[in-house]
Protein backbone atom coordinates (compact mmCIF):
# COMPACT_ATOMS: atom_id res chain seq x y z
CA UNK A 1 0.00 0.00 0.00
CA UNK A 2 1.16 3.44 -0.32
CA UNK A 3 -0.04 5.87 2.23
CA UNK A 4 0.03 9.80 2.52
CA UNK A 5 -1.88 10.37 -0.49
CA UNK A 6 -3.93 13.15 0.39
CA UNK A 7 -3.05 16.56 -1.18
CA UNK A 8 -1.37 14.58 -4.22
CA UNK A 9 -1.74 13.59 -7.48
CA UNK A 10 -2.46 10.25 -6.79
CA UNK A 11 -2.49 8.78 -9.97
CA UNK A 12 1.02 10.93 -10.99
CA UNK A 13 1.89 9.24 -7.75
CA UNK A 14 0.91 5.29 -8.64
CA UNK A 15 2.27 5.55 -11.89
CA UNK A 16 6.13 5.51 -10.13
CA UNK A 17 5.41 2.30 -8.09
CA UNK A 18 3.41 0.37 -10.98
CA UNK A 19 7.15 1.42 -12.85
CA UNK A 20 8.65 -0.65 -10.36
CA UNK A 21 6.50 -3.95 -10.84
CA UNK A 22 5.46 -4.30 -7.14
CA UNK A 23 1.99 -5.76 -7.80
CA UNK A 24 -0.72 -4.43 -7.06
CA UNK A 25 -0.74 -0.81 -5.07
CA UNK A 26 -3.36 0.73 -2.99
CA UNK A 27 -3.36 4.06 -2.09
CA UNK A 28 -4.36 5.21 0.95
CA UNK A 29 -4.40 8.29 3.04
CA UNK A 30 -4.46 6.78 6.87
CA UNK A 31 -4.87 10.00 8.15
CA UNK A 32 -8.29 10.38 7.19
CA UNK A 33 -9.46 6.94 6.48
CA UNK A 34 -8.97 7.43 2.64
CA UNK A 35 -9.10 4.18 0.90
CA UNK A 36 -8.63 2.17 4.13
CA UNK A 37 -11.83 0.77 3.43
CA UNK A 38 -11.47 -0.46 -0.03
CA UNK A 39 -7.83 -1.84 1.71
CA UNK A 40 -9.89 -4.19 3.96
CA UNK A 41 -12.16 -5.45 1.49
CA UNK A 42 -9.64 -6.49 -0.64
CA UNK A 43 -7.68 -7.95 2.13
CA UNK A 44 -10.35 -9.75 4.21
CA UNK A 45 -13.16 -10.42 2.01
CA UNK A 46 -11.68 -13.30 -0.07
CA UNK A 47 -10.88 -15.11 3.54
CA UNK A 48 -14.51 -14.65 5.09
CA UNK A 49 -15.61 -17.74 3.94
CA UNK A 50 -13.33 -19.56 5.90
CA UNK A 51 -13.77 -18.34 9.02
CA UNK A 52 -15.62 -20.59 11.42
CA UNK A 53 -15.92 -19.34 14.92
CA UNK A 54 -17.30 -22.51 16.10
CA UNK A 55 -14.38 -23.79 15.68
CA UNK A 56 -12.79 -21.74 18.06
CA UNK A 57 -10.62 -23.49 21.61
CA UNK A 58 -11.40 -22.79 24.84
CA UNK A 59 -7.81 -22.92 26.09
CA UNK A 60 -8.69 -22.12 29.45
CA UNK A 61 -11.73 -24.80 29.42
CA UNK A 62 -9.06 -27.48 27.89
CA UNK A 63 -6.76 -26.71 30.39
CA UNK A 64 -9.23 -27.55 33.12
CA UNK A 65 -10.18 -30.75 31.26
CA UNK A 66 -6.55 -31.86 31.41
CA UNK A 67 -6.61 -31.10 34.97
CA UNK A 68 -8.99 -32.93 36.01
CA UNK A 69 -8.19 -35.97 34.09
CA UNK A 70 -4.52 -35.82 35.49
CA UNK A 71 -6.70 -35.82 39.26
CA UNK A 72 -8.49 -38.96 37.90
CA UNK A 73 -5.74 -40.60 36.69
CA UNK A 74 -6.64 -40.49 32.95
CA UNK A 75 -3.89 -38.11 31.87
CA UNK A 76 -2.83 -38.91 28.40
CA UNK A 77 0.34 -37.81 27.03
CA UNK A 78 1.13 -34.72 25.18
CA UNK A 79 1.72 -35.99 21.39
CA UNK A 80 5.11 -34.77 20.38
CA UNK A 81 5.39 -32.25 17.52
CA UNK A 82 6.64 -33.20 14.28
CA UNK A 83 8.17 -30.08 13.63
CA UNK A 84 11.77 -30.15 14.07
CA UNK A 85 13.41 -26.67 13.85
CA UNK A 86 16.54 -28.33 13.31
CA UNK A 87 15.64 -29.80 10.02
CA UNK A 88 15.22 -26.42 8.39
CA UNK A 89 17.97 -23.52 7.64
CA UNK A 90 18.83 -20.69 9.72
CA UNK A 91 17.81 -17.39 8.37
CA UNK A 92 20.64 -15.26 9.34
CA UNK A 93 20.49 -11.07 7.97
CA UNK A 94 23.43 -9.01 8.70
CA UNK A 95 22.20 -5.19 9.11
CA UNK A 96 23.73 -1.94 9.84
CA UNK A 97 24.43 1.52 8.30
CA UNK A 98 26.34 1.85 5.23
CA UNK A 99 29.89 1.45 5.21
CA UNK A 100 29.91 -1.07 8.59
CA UNK A 101 31.16 -4.06 6.80
CA UNK A 102 28.08 -5.93 6.08
CA UNK A 103 29.17 -7.48 2.65
CA UNK A 104 32.63 -7.37 3.76
CA UNK A 105 31.79 -10.11 6.91
CA UNK A 106 29.49 -11.58 4.26
CA UNK A 107 32.79 -12.69 1.83
CA UNK A 108 34.76 -13.61 4.90
CA UNK A 109 32.11 -15.75 6.13
CA UNK A 110 31.59 -17.54 2.46
CA UNK A 111 35.73 -17.57 2.15
CA UNK A 112 35.11 -15.86 -1.29
CA UNK A 113 34.04 -12.57 -2.91
CA UNK A 114 30.46 -13.36 -3.68
CA UNK A 115 29.46 -9.62 -2.56
CA UNK A 116 31.36 -6.48 -4.55
CA UNK A 117 32.45 -4.64 -1.70
CA UNK A 118 33.60 -0.60 -2.11
CA UNK A 119 34.55 2.07 0.37
CA UNK A 120 31.22 4.29 -1.12
CA UNK A 121 28.53 3.94 1.08
CA UNK A 122 25.38 1.97 0.06
CA UNK A 123 26.75 0.25 -2.75
CA UNK A 124 24.28 -2.77 -1.83
CA UNK A 125 20.84 -1.58 -2.90
CA UNK A 126 18.58 -5.47 -2.47
CA UNK A 127 18.65 -8.04 0.06
CA UNK A 128 20.50 -11.06 -1.81
CA UNK A 129 20.17 -14.37 -0.13
CA UNK A 130 22.97 -16.51 -0.15
CA UNK A 131 22.84 -20.41 0.79
CA UNK A 132 25.43 -22.19 2.37
CA UNK A 133 26.69 -24.88 5.24
CA UNK A 134 28.80 -24.48 8.08
CA UNK A 135 29.59 -27.41 10.28
CA UNK A 136 26.75 -29.36 8.97
CA UNK A 137 23.82 -27.14 9.45
CA UNK A 138 22.39 -25.05 6.71
CA UNK A 139 22.20 -21.57 7.00
CA UNK A 140 20.86 -18.63 4.40
CA UNK A 141 22.98 -15.60 4.80
CA UNK A 142 21.14 -12.25 4.13
CA UNK A 143 23.39 -9.27 3.12
CA UNK A 144 21.14 -5.86 3.17
CA UNK A 145 21.49 -2.32 1.90
CA UNK A 146 22.68 -0.21 5.05
CA UNK A 147 20.06 1.54 6.84
CA UNK A 148 20.67 5.77 7.18
CA UNK A 149 18.71 8.68 9.08
CA UNK A 150 15.47 9.44 7.61
CA UNK A 151 16.14 12.65 6.64
CA UNK A 152 18.86 11.70 4.59
CA UNK A 153 17.33 9.28 2.58
CA UNK A 154 16.32 10.71 -0.49
CA UNK A 155 16.45 8.62 -3.84
CA UNK A 156 13.80 6.62 -4.69
CA UNK A 157 15.75 3.42 -5.14
CA UNK A 158 17.18 3.70 -1.61
CA UNK A 159 13.95 4.42 0.24
CA UNK A 160 12.76 0.55 -1.25
CA UNK A 161 16.46 -0.86 -0.23
CA UNK A 162 15.56 0.23 3.42
CA UNK A 163 12.06 -1.48 2.58
CA UNK A 164 14.00 -4.38 1.90
CA UNK A 165 16.27 -4.24 4.23
CA UNK A 166 13.32 -4.29 7.17
CA UNK A 167 11.93 -7.20 5.57
CA UNK A 168 14.65 -8.90 5.43
CA UNK A 169 14.71 -8.32 9.26
CA UNK A 170 11.27 -9.72 9.34
CA UNK A 171 12.46 -12.97 7.33
CA UNK A 172 15.28 -13.52 9.25
CA UNK A 173 15.45 -15.97 12.40
CA UNK A 174 18.70 -14.64 13.62
CA UNK A 175 19.76 -11.00 12.80
CA UNK A 176 23.50 -9.79 12.70
CA UNK A 177 24.00 -6.20 13.86
CA UNK A 178 27.00 -4.69 12.77
CA UNK A 179 28.37 -1.54 14.86
CA UNK A 180 31.38 0.15 13.27
CA UNK A 181 33.93 0.30 16.90
CA UNK A 182 35.59 3.31 15.45
CA UNK A 183 32.26 5.47 15.14
CA UNK A 184 30.72 4.44 18.17
CA UNK A 185 26.52 3.97 18.60
CA UNK A 186 24.61 5.82 16.85
CA UNK A 187 21.11 6.80 16.94
CA UNK A 188 20.26 5.24 14.00
CA UNK A 189 21.83 1.42 15.35
CA UNK A 190 19.95 2.40 18.28
CA UNK A 191 16.67 2.66 15.61
CA UNK A 192 17.80 -0.40 13.96
CA UNK A 193 17.68 -2.03 17.01
CA UNK A 194 14.11 -1.41 18.15
CA UNK A 195 12.96 -2.89 14.98
CA UNK A 196 14.64 -5.85 15.76
CA UNK A 197 13.49 -6.23 19.24
CA UNK A 198 10.02 -5.17 17.82
CA UNK A 199 9.78 -7.60 14.95
CA UNK A 200 10.80 -10.14 17.72
CA UNK A 201 13.88 -11.72 16.17
CA UNK A 202 17.19 -13.34 17.90
CA UNK A 203 20.22 -11.04 17.94
CA UNK A 204 24.10 -11.22 18.01
CA UNK A 205 25.56 -7.69 18.33
CA UNK A 206 28.78 -7.46 16.06
CA UNK A 207 30.91 -4.57 16.52
CA UNK A 208 33.41 -4.49 13.19
CA UNK A 209 37.03 -2.96 12.60
CA UNK A 210 37.72 -3.57 16.38
CA UNK A 211 41.24 -4.31 15.03
CA UNK A 212 43.75 -0.99 15.14
CA UNK A 213 42.54 0.24 17.95
CA UNK A 214 44.48 0.86 20.94
CA UNK A 215 43.66 -0.89 24.47
CA UNK A 216 42.10 2.51 25.77
CA UNK A 217 40.13 2.92 22.70
CA UNK A 218 39.02 -0.30 23.53
CA UNK A 219 37.59 0.55 26.93
CA UNK A 220 36.16 3.29 26.02
CA UNK A 221 33.56 1.62 23.34
CA UNK A 222 33.11 -1.23 25.63
CA UNK A 223 31.67 1.20 28.11
CA UNK A 224 29.74 2.92 26.30
CA UNK A 225 28.03 -0.01 24.84
CA UNK A 226 27.24 -1.23 28.24
CA UNK A 227 26.01 2.25 28.79
CA UNK A 228 23.70 2.67 25.44
CA UNK A 229 22.46 -1.15 25.19
CA UNK A 230 22.42 -2.23 28.98
CA UNK A 231 19.12 -2.74 28.09
CA UNK A 232 19.90 -5.31 25.97
CA UNK A 233 20.99 -8.29 28.42
CA UNK A 234 20.13 -11.18 26.80
CA UNK A 235 22.22 -10.68 23.36
CA UNK A 236 25.81 -11.78 22.68
CA UNK A 237 28.59 -9.23 22.04
CA UNK A 238 31.44 -9.83 19.30
CA UNK A 239 34.31 -7.84 18.66
CA UNK A 240 35.32 -8.88 15.34
CA UNK A 241 37.60 -7.73 12.29
CA UNK A 242 35.63 -8.53 9.22
CA UNK A 243 38.25 -7.67 7.10
CA UNK A 244 41.48 -9.93 8.59
CA UNK A 245 39.23 -11.97 9.95
CA UNK A 246 39.64 -12.21 13.61
CA UNK A 247 36.52 -13.13 15.77
CA UNK A 248 34.10 -14.01 12.83
CA UNK A 249 34.45 -18.02 13.78
CA UNK A 250 32.57 -17.61 17.14
CA UNK A 251 29.83 -15.69 15.54
CA UNK A 252 27.89 -18.76 14.61
CA UNK A 253 28.01 -20.56 18.23
CA UNK A 254 25.84 -17.64 19.09
CA UNK A 255 23.74 -17.78 16.19
CA UNK A 256 23.09 -21.06 17.23
CA UNK A 257 22.19 -20.52 20.50
CA UNK A 258 19.63 -17.76 19.60
CA UNK A 259 17.95 -19.62 17.29
CA UNK A 260 17.77 -22.55 19.52
CA UNK A 261 16.29 -20.46 22.00
CA UNK A 262 13.92 -19.09 20.09
CA UNK A 263 12.52 -22.20 18.34
CA UNK A 264 12.73 -24.58 21.74
CA UNK A 265 9.37 -26.80 22.83
CA UNK A 266 8.54 -26.31 26.56
CA UNK A 267 5.54 -27.96 27.97
CA UNK A 268 2.75 -26.58 29.77
CA UNK A 269 3.82 -28.46 33.08
CA UNK A 270 7.23 -26.91 33.05
CA UNK A 271 5.97 -23.33 32.17
CA UNK A 272 2.84 -23.89 34.86
CA UNK A 273 5.81 -25.32 37.44
CA UNK A 274 8.25 -22.20 36.44
CA UNK A 275 5.15 -19.54 36.68
CA UNK A 276 4.77 -21.02 40.18
CA UNK A 277 8.17 -21.29 41.76
CA UNK A 278 8.14 -17.29 40.67
CA UNK A 279 5.12 -16.49 42.32
CA UNK A 280 6.71 -18.47 45.26
CA UNK A 281 9.71 -16.42 45.55
CA UNK A 282 7.85 -13.45 44.80
CA UNK A 283 4.33 -12.84 45.18
CA UNK A 284 2.08 -11.01 42.81
CA UNK A 285 1.31 -7.64 44.55
CA UNK A 286 -2.14 -6.82 45.32
CA UNK A 287 -4.71 -4.92 43.10
CA UNK A 288 -7.55 -3.72 44.66
CA UNK A 289 -7.45 -5.28 47.81
CA UNK A 290 -7.37 -8.43 46.36
CA UNK A 291 -3.75 -10.57 45.13
CA UNK A 292 -3.37 -11.04 41.61
CA UNK A 293 -3.66 -14.99 40.99
CA UNK A 294 -1.60 -16.60 38.66
CA UNK A 295 -3.51 -19.80 37.47
CA UNK A 296 -1.09 -21.73 34.83
CA UNK A 297 0.92 -21.08 31.61
CA UNK A 298 1.64 -22.26 28.16
CA UNK A 299 3.24 -21.71 25.34
CA UNK A 300 1.79 -19.49 22.80
CA UNK A 301 4.38 -19.24 19.85
CA UNK A 302 8.18 -19.65 19.03
CA UNK A 303 10.49 -17.17 17.50
CA UNK A 304 10.17 -15.36 19.65
CA UNK A 305 8.98 -17.68 22.32
CA UNK A 306 5.92 -16.33 23.53
CA UNK A 307 4.84 -17.62 27.72
CA UNK A 308 0.87 -17.02 27.79
CA UNK A 309 -0.02 -16.74 31.83
CA UNK A 310 -3.72 -17.51 32.76
CA UNK A 311 -5.17 -15.93 35.53
CA UNK A 312 -7.24 -13.58 37.82
CA UNK A 313 -6.57 -9.64 37.26
CA UNK A 314 -3.46 -10.68 35.71
CA UNK A 315 -3.81 -7.49 33.13
CA UNK A 316 -3.47 -5.22 36.10
CA UNK A 317 -0.41 -6.51 37.03
CA UNK A 318 2.23 -3.95 37.39
CA UNK A 319 5.07 -3.35 34.73
CA UNK A 320 7.68 -3.77 37.45
CA UNK A 321 6.05 -7.47 37.57
CA UNK A 322 5.87 -8.52 34.38
CA UNK A 323 9.81 -7.85 33.77
CA UNK A 324 10.08 -9.98 36.67
CA UNK A 325 8.46 -12.73 35.28
CA UNK A 326 9.89 -12.23 31.84
CA UNK A 327 13.55 -12.91 33.30
CA UNK A 328 12.16 -15.66 35.77
CA UNK A 329 11.66 -17.67 32.58
CA UNK A 330 14.37 -16.37 30.90
CA UNK A 331 16.96 -17.41 33.67
CA UNK A 332 15.00 -20.52 34.49
CA UNK A 333 14.94 -21.66 30.70
CA UNK A 334 18.18 -20.45 29.87
CA UNK A 335 17.13 -18.40 26.84
CA UNK A 336 19.93 -16.62 25.69
CA UNK A 337 20.36 -14.56 22.11
CA UNK A 338 16.57 -13.88 21.74
CA UNK A 339 13.58 -11.78 23.30
CA UNK A 340 10.89 -13.44 25.22
CA UNK A 341 7.67 -12.48 25.47
CA UNK A 342 5.00 -12.82 27.94
CA UNK A 343 1.09 -12.46 27.45
CA UNK A 344 -1.57 -12.27 29.97
CA UNK A 345 -4.99 -13.46 29.93
CA UNK A 346 -8.03 -13.75 31.89
CA UNK A 347 -9.99 -16.76 32.69
CA UNK A 348 -12.83 -18.09 34.31
CA UNK A 349 -12.74 -22.00 35.59
CA UNK A 350 -15.38 -23.55 33.50
CA UNK A 351 -15.90 -26.29 36.52
CA UNK A 352 -16.30 -23.23 38.95
CA UNK A 353 -20.67 -23.72 38.74
CA UNK A 354 -20.36 -27.56 38.11
CA UNK A 355 -21.01 -29.52 41.30
CA UNK A 356 -19.78 -32.54 42.05
CA UNK A 357 -21.38 -35.84 42.07
CA UNK A 358 -21.46 -37.69 45.81
CA UNK A 359 -20.43 -40.78 46.14
CA UNK A 360 -23.08 -43.37 48.38
CA UNK A 361 -20.95 -43.24 51.41
CA UNK A 362 -20.32 -39.31 50.77
CA UNK A 363 -24.51 -38.90 50.99
CA UNK A 364 -24.82 -40.94 54.11
CA UNK A 365 -22.19 -38.59 55.60
CA UNK A 366 -24.15 -35.45 54.66
CA UNK A 367 -27.05 -36.28 56.03
CA UNK A 368 -25.32 -37.51 59.44
CA UNK A 369 -23.58 -34.04 59.63
CA UNK A 370 -27.42 -32.02 58.42
CA UNK A 371 -28.63 -34.55 61.19
CA UNK A 372 -26.00 -33.64 63.70
CA UNK A 373 -26.31 -29.67 62.79
CA UNK A 374 -30.20 -29.68 63.33
CA UNK A 375 -29.84 -31.45 66.71
CA UNK A 376 -27.71 -29.08 68.05
CA UNK A 377 -29.88 -26.11 67.30
Do not use: C
Request: glycine residues 6%; negative net charge; aromatic residues 8%.
Amino acid sequence: MANKTDGIDVDQAMADFWSLGLGDIYPIAASHGRGVTSLLEQALLPWVDEVNPQEEVDEDAEYWAKFEAEQNGEAEEEPEDDFNPQDLPIKLAIVGRPNVGKSTLTNRILGEDRVVVYDMPGTTRDSIYIPMQRDEREYVLIDTAGVRKRGKITDVVEKFSVIKTLQAIEDANVVLLVIDAREGISDQDLSLLGFILNSGRSLVIVVNKWDGLSQEVKEQVKETLDYRLGFIDFARVHFISALHGSGVGNLFESVREAYDSATRRVSTAMLTRIMNMAAEDHQPPLVRGRRVKLKYAHAGGYNPPIVVIHGNQVKDLPDSYKRYLMNYFRKSLDVMGTPIRIQFKEGENPFANKRNTLTPNQMRKRKRLIKHIKKSK
